[in-house]
Structures are given as C-alpha cells and as structure tokens.
C-alpha cells in the first residue's frame, strides 16, 4: 500500500460504498506580526487550505490569558488547533499542514528529498532563528513595543562572527532557485520567516547575493507578500 499520511487516512470515510472527503476545522492562532505566524499562514495560503484565524497579539500579552495557556503552555504563537488536535511549534505546524494537503508537494514524498527538508527546519531552530533573535532583537522588539523597550543606540550587528557564519553557510547554499533544488519546499518558507525583519534591520543585502536573490523569489510569492505586516513592509 502506498504511503499515506496519517491526516489524509483521517480525513476519508466511506459512507456506504462512496468516498467522502471529511473538511477538518483548522483554526491558526496567532498574529502576523510574527515571523513564525506568518511562516505558517503563508505555506497555508500557498497550499490553499482553508483555515480561520484566532487574532492572538502576544506583544500586547495575549499569550497569557487563561484559555491561550489552554492551548499553548508557553504562551508562544503559533499554535494550530485542528478539531480536536493541538499542535505547537512553526516547524512542526507546516509540516502538518504540508501533508494535510493532498499533494504534499512542498514536502516531497521520498524520504531522502524529506531528511533534505528536514535538516534545514532543523538549523532554522537550533541556528538561524537564535542568532538573528539576538542580533536583530533590540530592533524588533523596539518596533514591536515603542513604548516600552528603548530604542536602539546602534545598528544591528551583521558582522558579528555568529551571525556571519550562519549567512555565509545560507549564502554558499543557494546555488539552485530554491533551498533544496530546482523547486521550492518548506525549507524556503520556514528560513525565510525571520527575514521578515530584514527590511527594518537594514539587512546588508548587497553582500550577499544569492540571499538577495531567493529573498527577492519569496517575494514574488503571492502567499508571502500577502502575510507581510504594515509593521514590518517599510
Ligand atoms: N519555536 C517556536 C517559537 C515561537 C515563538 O517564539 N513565538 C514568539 C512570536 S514569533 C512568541 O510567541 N513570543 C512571545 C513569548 O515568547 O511570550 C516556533 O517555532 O513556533
């Protein structure tokens, strides 16, 4: 039997004899002010599922509310709740989404094109999305809550060593259009989550070419400009 992923078995019934196909509720929490709400808004907009979204700002402390913390211990968004099912963590949330899809076609379907995918979800928590946090913080989170965290006294720090290191590893694995070849995947939506706050940081675009470049082809992207915040597009 083919492989079929557990939320497509679980959205088909046979009802005497005839196959129907059962919508789940899929409601997505959060608020697009958020890098990773918008990563998975927008692999939801260019997968074409429908969802509802339940408008969560954490930066005016709507992630600690008693029914929030219900759904999300740690007060983050996103969080996704299908039926009856919770699922946290962006990474996590995309790749659901990915196979809820019948094509699952920004997951690949053999598993080396998947562990090909996988590895970069893994560095864009574990690396890319902790170094530009600490770099880009100050800026963002003085965007995010003028009236309470100090503006910064100095440019983001692009050369600093860390973060150096993870842009040239990005830059010199850009070779193709996309993160993992000739077509795009879940890799490309998820690292590209944090460049949401490149414009505001002043991001050194011009020393990193292939960046540029991919940056410029998820721009073209209905479903990623469309997620874009006001917040963030000057
Ligand atoms: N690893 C989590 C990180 C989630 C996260 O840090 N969310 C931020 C917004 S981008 C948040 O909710 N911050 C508020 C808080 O931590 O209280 C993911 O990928 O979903």
Redesign the pocket.
């Known amino acids: 039997m083919p492989y079929v992923p557990a939320p497509v078995i679980e959205k088909l019934c046979f009802i005497e004899g005839f196959l129907l196909i059962m919508k789940k509720n899929i409601k997505i929490h959060g608020s697009l002010k958020?890098?990773?709400?918008r990563k998975v808004v927008a692999v939801a907009r260019y997968l074409g599922i429908e969802y509802s979204h339940a408008s969560n700002d954490?930066y005016k402390g709507e992630?600690q509310t008693e029914s929030y913390l219900s759904i999300n211990k740690?007060?983050?968004?996103?969080t996704l709740v299908v039926d009856n099912d919770i699922i946290?963590?962006?990474?996590a949330?995309i790749i659901y989404l990915s196979e809820y899809s019948r094509t699952n076609e920004l997951y690949a379907s053999n598993p080396s094109s998947q562990t090909a995918i996988n590895q970069w979800l893994f560095w864009e928590?574990s690396q890319w999305?902790p170094v530009l946090s600490k770099v880009m913080g100050t800026h963002v989170g003085h965007k995010l809550l003028p009236s309470v965290l100090p503006a910064p006294t100095s440019p983001v720090d692009w050369d600093s060593p860390d973060c150096m290191k993870q842009m040239s590893y990005l830059e010199s694995s850009l070779k193709n259009d996309w993160l993992t070849g000739a077509n795009i995947s879940l890799a490309d939506f998820s690292i590209a989550a944090m460049t949401t706050y490149f414009k505001v940081c002043e991001f050194p675009f011009h020393a990193y070419p292939n960046i540029n470049r991919w940056y410029g082809s998820m721009n073209d992207l209905q479903s990623w400009k469309s997620t874009e915040s006001q917040t963030w597009s000057c």
Do not use: D, H, K, Y
């Open positions: 958020s890098a990773n709400f954490v992630g740690l007060g983050q968004i996103p946290t963590e962006s990474n949330i928590s999305q």
